[in-house]
């Protein structure tokens, strides 16, 4: 039907006699001339109909989104028309033909604007909103991404495996989706919220170098950007230690970098332990597209004639360049957004030519100021915030602040990649809610070979073989070197509260093959949304899935969940108990 796309039509093909198909994205009748301008996937080119041709009755009935095909020939705009906003906007088509394939309603909202649709709105009519350039555009990226993560994880010796859907649990700290069997009344698959234990499995079947670009289910609370379902590039390597894993990764950033988006990384990326991400960024995803770091101030404050600062577990400070004349209102906007994040409060000095200013001035000698300058790095201009706290809460709070600074000063340039790793994270944590310690990562991580005798005495002081990769504040991937033997296996378990009986009734299998040679093993998952909406730079997932659910996970456009008939339900055994009335 078509012998070219609308978008690729150049002034080199200037005589040819064409035919483009598409949608119909504006139209402009002038009297006598009928423009319309053309769009297919590729992009609009703008077609003019004249009288003389039987094009132009056509022309006059459709309207924006009607499907059409044009015949014509395409010509070099005279200069003085030329618009050099689309790619194509130095030629046209002088339509000879117009065939209307399929007319449209009029749709809820003009495909070629868009942008401040109501979000409800498009995820209802996504075929419509899909169409719009900016959505193709994120559709391509994804696709170019995944298609370059096959290539190079093919060419380093991946095989991509599938695992299946309908399984039994694998825990990642989220409420498992189930799925009642007709077969087995009473009995349930749950679908994997993510293939950790069958990547593992795989391992120890020989299998050496995995890969799936795996989709995963997690039934969570609402909150943050987050979707039921969603895709990882999952990967699990035999014979490996941590750096193994970190270059592989290192090297597959900075393909996909390459290939689809031109952009050269700097490799290798920078690490951060875990501590010192808490202590200088003051969260375990930093956006380290710009410095401004929390510096630790507890000795030199110690100086200071305040009780408070005296007898704060810590006093941490965040050095703000150049703000030292920032307004009163944004001052407390800052403090504010601190003591929202469980800051007691913040202290500001502001570093004036003519001396310092503000409530802590009056408590610091010339002495002490000196030191806090060294200990900061702060010069005549800046502006210096400080939290006296528990050491985590007060940079936590200040990297709120950070966060925030990072915004308004547009520091966080849209277009450059911060990559970098986070290590040594805990292997667990005390969870007050369960009464239990709980794993950082996921239970099957291995502990670091040093503090294994820590497990039982010191559990807290134990680091993981973990590691997390960070691009522009947001956790694109994260994945550990895995425990291999049965016996360290149980243990973490044990202390995890997940005692033998309950162990052999869950995992029994994992513990089961661990017994017949199960290799090394460590590996990664990259969230592919996370990293396809950074990489478009998009503020939410929903932008780069094609078929999303809002963010209380209902599918708008197809009515999903919904209520099944009672015969189906008779069949898999279920009978709905609807929650009481509130
Ligand atoms: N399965 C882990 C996750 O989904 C990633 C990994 O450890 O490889 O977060």
Redesign the pocket.
């Known amino acids: 039907m078509r012998t070219h796309w609308c978008g690729e039509l150049r002034p080199a093909h200037a005589g040819q006699r064409v035919a483009v198909c598409g949608w119909v994205h504006r139209r402009r009748d002038l009297g006598g001339l009928v423009f319309l301008d053309l769009r297919d996937r590729e992009g609009v080119v703008q077609v003019v109909c004249t009288p003389q041709q039987p094009a132009h009755a056509a022309a006059q009935q459709v309207r924006p989104e009607y499907v059409v095909r044009v015949v014509g020939e395409v010509v070099i705009r005279p200069p003085h028309t030329v618009n050099p906003k689309i790619a194509t906007g130095e030629v046209e088509i002088r339509a000879e033909t117009l065939e209307v394939l399929n007319p449209s309603r009029t749709p809820p909202f003009e495909v070629a604007d868009g942008d401040d649709v109501d979000e409800s709105v498009r995820l209802r009519y996504r075929y419509l909103d899909l169409r719009r350039e900016r959505m193709q555009r994120n559709l391509r990226l994804r696709h170019r991404l995944a298609k370059a993560t096959r290539d190079f994880l093919d060419r380093e010796g991946f095989w991509e495996v599938e695992t299946p859907h309908l399984i039994r649990a694998t825990p990642?700290g989220a409420r498992d989706f189930l799925v009642p069997s007709r077969l087995h009344p009473g009995k349930f698959y749950v679908l994997p919220?993510?293939?950790?234990l069958l990547?593992q499995i795989l391992m120890v079947a020989g299998v050496e170098r995995y890969f799936q670009l795996a989709r995963?289910f997690r039934d969570e609370d609402l909150r943050a950007d987050r979707q039921p379902e969603f895709t990882?590039i999952?990967?699990?390597m035999s014979f490996v230690d941590r750096d193994d894993v970190l270059s592989l990764v290192e090297r597959l950033v900075g393909y996909l970098m390459r290939e689809a988006l031109g952009v050269d990384v700097p490799l290798p990326f920078p690490r951060l332990s875990y501590r010192d991400a808490l202590l200088r960024y003051g969260t375990d995803k930093p956006d380290l597209r710009y410095g401004l770091t929390i510096d630790d101030v507890t000795e030199v404050a110690k100086a200071a004639e305040l009780r408070l600062f005296r007898e704060a577990e810590a006093v941490r400070c965040l050095r703000i360049p150049q703000a030292a004349s920032a307004s009163r209102r944004e001052v407390e906007q800052w403090v504010t957004l601190a003591v929202e994040a469980g800051a007691p409060g913040v202290l500001h000095l502001a570093l004036q030519p003519d001396g310092p200013k503000g409530p802590l001035a009056k408590h610091l000698t010339d002495g002490l100021l000196d030191s806090m300058r060294a200990a900061t790095g702060a010069r005549e201009g800046d502006l210096l915030l400080f939290v006296a706290a528990a050491g985590d809460v007060a940079s936590a709070a200040l990297g709120k602040i950070r966060q925030q600074v990072g915004a308004q000063r547009g520091l966080a340039r849209e277009g450059t990649f911060a990559y970098a790793w986070v290590v040594d994270f805990p292997l667990l944590e005390w969870d007050d809610q369960e009464g239990r310690y709980v794993a950082v990562?996921?239970p099957f991580?291995a502990p670091v070979d040093e503090d294994v005798d820590l497990l039982e005495s010191q559990p807290l002081r134990v680091r993981a073989k973990a590691y997390d990769l960070v691009l522009n504040g947001v956790e694109v991937a994260?994945?550990?070197i895995r425990i291999h033997r049965r016996e360290l296996q149980e243990r973490v378990f044990r202390l995890l509260g997940i005692g033998p009986e309950q162990a052999q009734e869950r995992f029994g299998f994992l513990l089961e093959a661990f017994q017949y040679g199960a290799p090394p093993h460590g590996?990664?998952?990259f969230g592919f949304d996370r990293l396809v909406m950074v990489l478009a730079g998009e503020d939410t997932i929903r932008d780069v899935i094609a078929f999303p659910k809002t963010a209380s996970a209902v599918d708008l456009m197809m009515g999903a969940p919904s209520e099944v008939d009672e015969a189906q339900l008779r069949e898999v055994h279920i009978a709905v108990r609807k929650p009481a009335a509130p």
């Open positions: 990642e919220q993510s293939p950790q990547k995963c990882q999952d990967v699990e990562h996921h991580t994260g994945g550990s590996g990664i998952a």
